[in-house]
């Protein structure tokens, strides 16, 4: 079955610009959960959707923000970018039974701000 | 609050030999601890969890952790390494079943 599809793969963005990054999950997975890494902060967790609904929150500000749409598709957007919003950001896709499940990453959308 | 740590940034072994990647843990209530790999320009793979059971975990490619309560720890090991194994490892613990919280990883180089 088809993996965690992330797009686009890479993004060059201007500071103050807007962007808006898509991650479609795994068929049947209603948990999607969005990740951003960079070299000096590792991996941190931003949010996670289910069922349409943020179930989950990371310690962002509000310029990122995220929905879910019916089919699981997700979306997450950065308004105002700053340089420091340069990274790799990876989505998770969960079947949404959490402690049990494991998380399938997608390739991740790079985005570089300058 | 909980987190995991990995204690070296990196790790060379000579293939064919055993390879041990380090994970410490603090986390209050029972840890739900997982490993992952990355590759360059990839996402993060599953290798292996530790939810509950039997404290040695087997898991994808030959890699197994063994869960250690006393000393808080959950080491990646393989006992032959491959030069295909060179990667980034990265060991998370499920934060209350919600998100990962995640080691700041670990680079393996295996050399041939």
């Known amino acids: 079955k088809a993996g965690v599809t992330q797009t686009p793969r890479y993004l060059i963005k201007t500071r103050g610009q807007q962007v808006t990054l898509s991650c479609s999950p795994i068929?049947?997975?209603?948990?999607v959960s969005w990740y951003q890494q960079t070299p000096g902060q590792g991996l941190q967790f931003l949010f996670e959707?289910?069922?349409?609904?943020?179930?989950n929150k990371g310690n962002f500000p509000g310029r990122f923000s995220g929905r879910q749409f019916s089919n699981s598709r997700s979306e997450m957007n950065v308004s105002t970018l700053e340089l420091g919003d340069s990274a790799l950001y990876l989505c998770?896709?969960?079947?949404?039974?959490?402690?049990?499940?494991?998380?399938?990453f997608g390739q991740g959308t790079r985005l570089t701000v300058v | 609050a909980q987190s995991v740590a990995q204690p070296e940034d990196q790790v060379n072994v000579a293939e064919g030999n055993p390879l041990t990647v380090k994970c410490t843990y603090s986390?209050?209530?029972?840890?739900?601890l997982f490993w992952y790999v990355q590759y360059p320009n990839r996402g993060l793979q599953f290798l292996l969890k530790?939810?509950?059971?039997?404290?040695l975990v087997k898991g994808s490619y030959g890699f197994e952790a063994e869960f250690n309560k006393s000393q808080t720890s959950f080491h990646l090991k393989k006992p032959s390494a491959l030069v295909s194994d060179s990667a980034l490892y990265f060991c998370?613990?499920?934060?209350?079943?919600?998100?990962?919280?995640f080691g700041p990883g670990t680079r393996l180089s295996v050399l041939p």
């Open positions: 068929s049947g997975h209603r948990s």
């Open positions: 998770a896709s969960e079947a949404g039974g959490r402690s049990n499940t494991e998380a399938f």
């Open positions: 530790y939810i509950t059971g039997d404290n």
């Open positions: 998370a613990d499920l934060n209350y079943g919600q998100n990962f919280v």
């Open positions: 986390v209050s209530g029972n840890p739900y």
């Open positions: 959707y289910f069922s349409e609904t943020q179930r």
